[in-house]
């Protein structure tokens, strides 16, 4: 998967003119490819660099046209954090994705395992259904699910709703996996067992070590998945502010400071931020999971 | 595997099977067939939540289809989301994926930069791109301003407010350049070399070489952008409430699809009905609409690519 498409290499060709016009077409490719990247990487970066730029403003230049901060007002950030609620939400979300990734990352692994390892009838069904239910929107049952978590528990305005699900299997997280463990050779696990290991032995003691990469994307994918929640929040949670998350709380930002888009854009860049930190540690993993979702088959 | 025999010990794989699956087994009662269910038996009741239930029949479904003023335009946004931003997202995904194969000089930079607006928490996304594209302050207008061009008003326009939708969802492109790279950089180089040894252009080696080696990748990638464009719901609904301006907080009535309707989606809907009009059986009318075209690309995703579900054991 690593290797690079090359032209044939012509480096130590004798200098014909047909191989000085080959490496001259070879220096323009490069030059255009390179041109090209850089413009699409301004596409991709100037919306950071301008909503960064923006957070560092004053109220009066926030108000106006200009792209560059006259005076770097790092205090904006300060007044975020001193926001009534700001670390209330951010202690929500830190809850949400953080209890909510150990809970899915539990309770997915065992019924991926099944799923990649053992032999019954509905296997296949049940894999089936585990796609379907990955595609399903939320809104589909989002009624009967909130009555019941309204009505019947009277747990709206807390973070049950949104985390208990959570320790039931979450199944893009049991599908990654699943693929993932299917690509470990039954020979290690037929080893373990010849041991004397049982089935949660050998899922525990050979399975999890060399199952790491699988383990860690969908931690992440989870972790993300309630970082950036809206919709959920946005039902359960909207009638308390105490139960808010930052997802659900940014959008109030633009509301309670109405046009000063310098303290919007700092909040923001505290709800981006970590998510690209999180990222930058684990690189690997993620881009490994994201591959796993498209192209094993 | 040998063949077991013995009933007991066919019986303890079976609950071995059983326990290993309970978690999911629960989980797919309590939160996907129950509510599915009851989604189903609802459309046919009045229900707001505070008076006892009644039955109504058809009712919820004809004043779905016949009455309710927003799901017409929002059924045709989705169709529109649904025909632009994957055509687009997918060429575009399939032209920066291309461009990092390409580029050999600081490559795990440009990927790393190319892929971080993917990561941006959808929310956060859509305020930044409000404010980018917003007609009054906007660099994004000043920028056109000062090079004389004409500044449209993006997601304050009911005709501009899709385009404004489809740059956000173009700039998060990250996951379909991955895939598309994966895919790209397996293709065998021998056939490349060989397509080039019989004298084929750069086109004619992406025509015949390239695309048909990554078209099974092309082909998930429409499909799950369908279905991801079908349930598009936070950035139009993000992207609509902070052009309208409207203050958040409990319970806060917000004009639905602001401008004129034109960010409306059908997960929107569902919130629409249920949570500001209180009207659940009409809700679960339109999830059910939005459960029957999911599971319609699913299984036709299911059906074309086999290979999504590897062969166990």
Aim: aromatic share 14%; with cysteine.
């Amino acid at each position: 998967m690593t290797q690079v498409l090359r032209p044939p290499a012509s480096l130590d060709a004798p200098a014909t003119p047909a191989a000085r016009t080959a490496r001259r077409k070879a220096a323009l490719e490069w030059v255009a490819v390179h041109a090209l990247g850089v413009a699409a990487a301004l596409f991709f970066v100037l919306p950071f660099v301008f909503v960064l730029l923006t957070s560092l403003m004053s109220d009066s230049q926030a108000l106006s046209r200009d792209l560059i901060p006259h005076t770097w007002q790092w205090d904006n950030y300060r007044k975020v954090f001193d926001t009534p609620g700001f670390l209330t939400w951010w202690r929500n979300t830190l809850l949400y994705a953080g209890v909510g990734t150990v809970l899915t990352v539990l309770s997915s692994v065992p019924v991926a395992y099944a799923l990649a390892k053992f032999r019954f009838r509905g296997r296949n069904l049940s894999l089936m259904l585990v796609i379907s239910m990955m595609m399903l929107p939320p809104q589909v049952v989002v009624i009967p699910m909130y009555l019941f978590w309204a009505k019947q528990l009277d747990l709206s305005g807390t973070l049950w709703p949104l985390i208990v699900p959570m320790a039931f299997g979450d199944a893009f997280s049991i599908f990654l996996l699943r693929q993932f463990l299917t690509t470990i050779p039954n020979e290690y696990l037929d080893a373990a067992r010849v041991d004397g290991c049982g089935e949660l032995r050998t899922l525990v003691r050979v399975v999890l070590p060399m199952a790491k990469p699988g383990i860690a994307a969908i931690a992440l994918f989870q972790f993300f998945a309630a970082w950036n929640d809206y919709f959920g929040p946005q039902i359960y949670a909207s009638e308390n502010p105490g139960a808010w998350t930052l997802s659900y709380g940014l959008e109030s930002f633009k509301g309670a400071h109405h046009t000063d888009w310098n303290l919007t854009m700092a909040a923001t860049v505290l709800v981006m931020a970590p998510v690209i930190l999180v990222f930058f540690f684990a690189q690997k993993a993620f881009v490994e999971g994201v591959t796993l979702t498209g192209v094993k088959g | 595997m040998t063949t077991v025999t013995l009933a007991s010990k066919r019986r303890r794989a079976a609950l071995r099977t059983l326990a290993f699956m309970s978690p999911w087994l629960i989980g797919f009662a309590v939160f996907f067939a129950y509510p599915l269910i009851s989604t189903v038996y609802f459309s046919f009741l009045h229900y707001d939540g505070f008076n006892p239930p009644t039955w109504s029949g058809a009712k919820n479904w004809r004043y779905v289809f016949e009455h309710y003023p927003l799901f017409w335009p929002a059924l045709r946004n989705t169709l529109w989301l649904v025909l632009v931003t994957v055509t687009l997202r997918v060429a575009f995904g399939l032209g920066v994926g291309l461009l990092i194969t390409k580029i050999k000089t600081g490559t795990s930079l440009f990927r790393t930069l190319f892929y971080l607006p993917y990561l941006a928490p959808p929310v956060a996304a859509t305020m930044a791109f409000a404010f980018l594209l917003n007609p009054g302050t906007g660099p994004v207008n000043s920028l056109l301003d000062k090079a004389g061009l004409p500044a449209p008003g993006w997601f304050t326009d009911p005709a501009w407010s899709k385009p404004a939708l489809t740059l956000l969802l173009l700039w998060g492109v990250g996951d379909l350049m991955v895939i598309f790279m994966a895919a790209l950089l397996d293709v065998p180089a021998e056939q490349y070399e060989a397509a080039e040894l019989d004298g084929a252009s750069r086109w004619q080696r992406f025509r015949y070489v390239t695309l048909p080696n990554i078209s099974p990748i092309v082909m998930f990638a429409v499909v799950t952008g369908v279905i991801q464009a079908m349930q598009c719901y936070t950035q139009p609904l993000v992207a609509g409430k902070v052009a309208s301006g409207v203050i958040q907080g409990a319970g806060a009535q917000f004009e639905p699809g602001y401008p004129d309707k034109s960010t409306l989606t059908l997960p929107q809907l569902v919130y629409n009905l249920g949570f500001q009009r209180f009207d659940y059986g009409s809700a679960c009318v339109v999830a059910l609409v939005l459960f029957a075209l999911s599971m319609a690309f699913t299984a036709f995703l299911m059906r074309r690519r086999g290979g999504l579900i590897q062969a166990g054991d």
